[in-house]
């Protein structure tokens, strides 16, 4: 199965560019949006080529999500830790989206690979941003800990309008996904996808993975929910995250997948979707040409028809002459 990169691709693109002709006064205009309605904007003026602007536009957060100036709880103080001196927040964003930060390309370091290894973190904000307080009640599990300002019922935004939901505790994180589909057949793949996800939890090179359940009917960790959260048509999966599930650098890989997870989940049902649609054609292509070969050669058969026919006149001429 393919997990989904934490950076963007176009982003650390243009930001390498940008980088290698730094000297060049070349402005910049770039808009685009990722899964999940994720949407960026980039801008580099002519008079301030060391300066760039990246602009992010999360998705719309549904009611019983909690937003802090326009961002998740625990943003601000993430953009600060991962990206330092380098990086300005703007306040108040650029008009129609949640954040703006103001990049500084001139401060970037000067070794080549310390150098890309944060222009990967920067091509990585939407992590950043979304996971943020994820991240902060992961990392007070790693400590066994409950974070003092954290509600025993958490709900993160993870797709417009949708959201996941945390029960933190001091053992363990309980995480909840709604899984919510628009086409029909998308229904009927993600339900079985799921169900084949929760049994492979069983095999034995997965014993260390966190447990994973699928139930069509809502868990009790979300007694108390509001209808339209507790609304999904392909069922309710639920995962259990333990300390050692977030220990060292196993953190942002954890903070990654689970935040991405209903697009991981999408992905692989479109690819089945795809991959079944190219099973059947190539089906059909098959039938369509032994049916071609089970017909007979129309010439030959034309030619067929029309001896027939003169035979027939031979013998009814001869007939004729001969009673005459």
Same mark, same amino acid.
């Given at each position: 199965?393919? !997990? +989904?990169?934490?950076?963007?691709?176009?982003?650390?693109?243009?930001?390498?560019?940008?980088?290698?002709?730094?000297?060049?006064?070349?402005?910049?205009?770039?808009?685009?949006?990722?899964?999940?309605?994720?949407?960026?904007? *980039?801008?580099?003026? %002519?008079?301030?080529?060391?300066?760039?602007? !990246?602009?992010?536009?999360?998705?719309?957060?549904? @009611?019983?999500?909690?937003?802090?100036?326009?961002?998740?709880?625990?943003?601000?103080?993430?953009?600060?830790?991962?990206? =330092?001196?380098?990086?300005?927040?703007?306040?108040?964003?650029?008009?129609?989206?949640?954040?703006?930060? &103001? !990049?500084? +390309?001139?401060?970037?370091?000067?070794?080549?690979?310390?150098?890309?290894?944060?222009?990967?973190?920067?091509?990585?904000?939407?992590?950043?941003?979304? $996971?943020?307080?994820?991240?902060?009640?992961?990392?007070? @599990?790693?400590?066994?800990?409950? /974070?003092?300002?954290?509600?025993?019922?958490?709900?993160? %935004?993870?797709?417009?309008?949708?959201?996941?939901?945390?029960?933190?505790?001091?053992?363990? #994180?309980?995480? *909840?996904?709604?899984?919510?589909?628009?086409?029909?057949?998308?229904?009927?793949?993600?339900?079985?996808? @799921?169900?084949?996800?929760?049994?492979?939890?069983?095999?034995? $090179?997965?014993?260390? /993975?966190?447990?994973?359940?699928?139930?069509?009917?809502?868990?009790?960790? +979300?007694?108390?929910?509001?209808?339209?959260?507790?609304? /999904?048509?392909? $069922?309710?999966?639920?995962?259990?995250?333990?300390?050692?599930?977030?220990? $060292?650098? &196993?953190?942002?890989?954890? #903070?990654?997948?689970?935040?991405?997870?209903?697009?991981?989940?999408?992905?692989?049902?479109?690819?089945?979707? =795809?991959?079944?649609?190219?099973?059947?054609?190539?089906?059909?292509?098959?039938?369509?040409?032994?049916?071609?070969?089970?017909?007979?050669?129309?010439?030959?058969?034309?030619?067929?028809?029309?001896?027939?026919?003169?035979?027939?006149?031979?013998?009814?001429?001869?007939?004729?002459?001969?009673?005459?």
């Amino acid at each position: 199965m393919i !997990l +989904l990169q934490s950076h963007s691709r176009f982003l650390l693109q243009t930001l390498l560019n940008r980088v290698q002709n730094l000297e060049k006064a070349i402005e910049l205009d770039h808009h685009w949006v990722e899964f999940d309605d994720v949407r960026y904007h *980039v801008q580099v003026s %002519v008079k301030n080529p060391h300066i760039l602007q !990246l602009s992010l536009s999360l998705p719309t957060p549904p @009611l019983e999500t909690v937003f802090v100036g326009g961002l998740p709880f625990g943003a601000i103080e993430a953009i600060k830790a991962a990206y =330092g001196v380098i990086v300005q927040i703007l306040d108040p964003p650029r008009d129609g989206f949640n954040l703006t930060l &103001k !990049l500084n +390309l001139s401060k970037l370091p000067q070794d080549e690979e310390n150098r890309h290894t944060l222009l990967v973190k920067i091509a990585s904000v939407r992590e950043v941003v979304l $996971g943020a307080p994820l991240r902060v009640i992961l990392k007070h @599990l790693a400590s066994r800990t409950v /974070a003092p300002d954290i509600n025993q019922f958490v709900a993160l %935004v993870h797709r417009p309008n949708e959201s996941f939901f945390l029960v933190p505790q001091a053992e363990k #994180v309980t995480v *909840v996904f709604p899984m919510r589909f628009k086409d029909s057949i998308d229904i009927v793949l993600a339900t079985s996808f @799921l169900q084949e996800f929760m049994e492979s939890r069983r095999t034995a $090179g997965l014993s260390n /993975a966190p447990p994973c359940l699928w139930s069509q009917s809502p868990p009790l960790e +979300l007694k108390g929910a509001t209808d339209d959260a507790l609304s /999904a048509n392909a $069922g309710f999966v639920t995962f259990v995250i333990f300390p050692r599930h977030v220990e $060292g650098k &196993k953190l942002d890989r954890t #903070v990654w997948n689970l935040s991405t997870f209903h697009a991981y989940v999408n992905y692989h049902v479109k690819c089945s979707e =795809g991959f079944m649609h190219s099973r059947m054609r190539r089906r059909v292509e098959s039938l369509i040409q032994a049916l071609n070969c089970a017909k007979p050669d129309q010439e030959k058969t034309k030619k067929t028809s029309q001896t027939r026919s003169l035979k027939r006149l031979s013998l009814k001429d001869s007939r004729t002459n001969s009673s005459s």
